[in-house]
């Protein structure tokens, strides 16, 4: 998945709503759905030329399809679209997105700006009232020792961000998972390398299109990861994004797994297809 890349440039309207319903602020102990009991997010990358342009609008339409929470992504790092939200403070931009009845827990930092602003991006991580503090990807490389180097310098971050009474977590693309090490897919070396209890993961179920199951990893490494990214895909086409549950991904036995996997929230995100949203929302509560 090449989510990161800002020079792409899809469609991003949304259709707008008459009627908004308010989600109470509840904890991350809500339970949505028999199956579901986990928090039901979307990430902000998906509409973020529509949230650039008008935050308050289209989250306020999130809001009234059903969804608890949004994934920011930090404006000065990301940039692009996301530029115009760079002049708000942390605490200016969590009044702007709590006043549209959406909670925000979490967000997305580039491994760059953790590099060169990690202090001021905690401080703001902290006024934005977040949980978790996501490096948005960077540790692959060419060779296994750049690799475990990285790791190393993110366990170090993640030590810091602990400190500042945040969770750190690491979010894959399918990179992680088509470079291999000595037959060894790299994410696997990322969970052995990044210690745990800095540092934790959030599971990008896109790979179910390279054969890995996030349901495999939950039962395998239980406790590591504290969110994921839920996108599914056609069975004639596996480059198409579809609305979750029409798709090739085992729905149930990914949330009966994700209680060992250790999952507090989870997000939708179809990059591709923004108009998947509503549908996938309303899957998920009557799973």
Known sequence: ???RQFLTKSGMGMASIAVMSQI???SYA??????VKQPIGF?????????GKDITKTLSEMVGFGYEHVEMCSPSGYKGPFEPLAKYSGTELKKIISDTGIQCHSSHFTFREMRTNLEERI????????????????LDAPTLDEVKQKCDELNEMGRKIKAGGLVAGYHNHNVEFEHEFNGRPEYDILLEELDPDLVKMQFQTAVITLGYKAATYFEKYPGRFISAHLQDYSPSDTTKE???????????????ASK?????VVYVEMESNPGTLEGSVAYLKNL
């Open 43 to 51: 990430q902000s990358y998906v509409l973020r030329e529509a949230i």
């Open 242 to 256: 579809i609305v979750l549950g029409q798709g090739i991904t085992d729905w149930k036995e990914f949330f009966e």
């Open 30 to 35: 809500l339970e949505t759905t028999n199956v």
């Open 123 to 138: 401080d703001f991580a902290n006024q934005l009232g977040l949980k978790h503090f996501v490096c948005s990807g960077g």
């Open 24 to 26: 109470p602020h509840a």
């Open 1 to 3: 998945m090449k989510r």
């Open 260 to 264: 060992k996997g250790g999952l507090e």
